[in-house]
């Protein structure tokens, strides 16, 4: 059964950091792209930042956090990171880790539980 773990959520205050990790299990982790969403109150579930499978040579970026999150994976822990920095009220919501097969399969993708990110002013 796959299952993805989310951790590193907390209350910081602005322009302050933190560090989100996933850890996957139950699926061949290191061939799912994997990705972070986040979801703010009253506000749809966004893409924050995907990263490929495998080497996750390519990474991808939502405007609102580019140049101040980082993506990056270790195939080897089953571990998807997100670092933050610079972090901002408007960056507070739940982030979620989300795995996609390499098929596509809609039955096949997962989430995690999340993790509350809460930014003061």
């Known amino acids: 059964q796959a299952l993805l773990v989310e951790s590193g959520g907390n209350l910081v205050q602005a322009g302050g950091a933190l560090r989100l990790s996933c850890v996957a299990a139950?699926?061949?982790?290191?061939?799912?792209?994997m990705s972070w969403y986040r979801q703010a109150p009253g506000k749809e579930r966004e893409l924050v930042a995907p990263i490929t499978s495998h080497s996750g040579s390519a990474t991808t970026y939502a405007d609102s956090v580019k140049g101040r999150f980082t993506i990056s994976r270790d195939n080897d822990k089953n571990t998807v990171t997100l670092q933050m920095t610079s972090l901002k009220p408007e960056d507070t919501a739940v982030y979620y880790c989300?795995?996609?097969?390499?098929?596509?399969?809609?039955?096949?993708?997962?989430w995690g539980q999340g993790t509350q990110v809460t930014v003061s002013s």
């Open positions: 139950g699926f061949f982790f290191r061939s799912y792209a």
């Open positions: 989300h795995a996609q097969s390499p098929t596509g399969d809609p039955s096949l993708r997962y």
